[in-house]
T-cell receptor, first 114, second 111 residues
Framework: NAGVMQNPRHLVRRRGQEARLRCSPMKGHSHVYWYRQLPEEGLKFMVYLQKENIIDESGMPKERFSAEFPKEGPSILRIQQVVRGDSAAYFC????????????FGPGTRLTVT | EDKVVQSPLSLVVHEGDTVTLNCSYEVTNFRSLLWYKQEKKAPTFLFMLTSSGIEKKSGRLSSILDKKELFSILNITATQTGDSAVYLCAVLPNSGYALNFGKGTSLLVTP
């Protein structure tokens, strides 16, 4: 039973480019959460999605960031026109149903903006 | 604003030592407190604590919650180099699903 998969593991983008981060939840999990970990900071919640629905995006920056979890395929976190301050580790977690206390984390995508 | 504070921020011990990691929180509508171990990859789940005073134990690791004083401790006895990691504490509010993490305690166990 594969865990939460994220790719790529490392992503380098120049300022102004787009970054696409992918997350495949654990088998049988239909709820996905994205967190961001800035250097020297704890993980911060960004967005919570179910299939085809954004449930809570209160932690997402208002501009340039978007997330989706289509009926088929992985969840995508998209960052447009990246800036240096977007450099961070982005973690995805999934849970079975709405059991948020059972969030299993992926290995993260480390985004570096040059 | 809800707050989760972990201490110490970093710790260096020798193999065989016992360590105690602290997590205090100011969170409205508290539901559960969770501990994770983060090596250079995914945070992995250690414990979930919901009730005060009940110790959770797994091998050399144990944890307990004090809901009156709003804190939890994670104990590791007879530490090994493989225990070196960042230990994260997170609080889950009653009305949500967004884990509220502390900054973590970085533990280094030297041989």
């Amino acid at each position: 039973n594969a865990g939460v998969m994220q790719n790529p593991r490392h992503l380098v983008r120049r300022r102004g480019q787009e970054a696409r981060l992918r997350c495949s939840p654990m088998k049988g999990h239909s709820h996905v959460y994205w967190y961001r970990q800035l250097p020297e900071e704890g993980l911060k919640f960004m967005v919570y999605l179910q299939k085809e629905n954004i449930i809570d995006e209160s932690g997402m920056p208002k501009e340039r960031f978007s997330a989706e979890f289509p009926k088929e395929g992985p969840s995508i976190l998209r960052i447009q026109q990246v800036v240096r301050g977007d450099s961070a580790a982005y973690f995805c977690a999934s849970s079975p149903g709405d059991r948020a206390y059972e969030q299993y984390f992926g290995p993260g995508t480390r985004l570096t903006v040059t | 604003e809800d707050k989760v504070v972990q201490s110490p921020l970093s710790l260096v011990v020798h193999e065989g030592d016992t360590v105690t990691l602290n997590c205090s929180y100011e969170v409205t509508n508290f539901r559960s407190l969770l501990w994770y171990k983060q090596e250079k990859k995914a945070p992995t789940f250690l414990f979930m604590l919901t009730s005060s005073g009940i110790e959770k134990k797994s091998g050399r690791l144990s944890s307990i919650l004090d809901k009156k004083e709003l804190f939890s401790i994670l104990n590791i006895t007879a530490t090994q180099t493989g225990d070196s990691a960042v230990y994260l504490c997170a609080v889950l509010p009653n009305s949500g699903y967004a884990l509220n993490f502390g900054k973590g305690t970085s533990l280094l166990v030297t041989p």
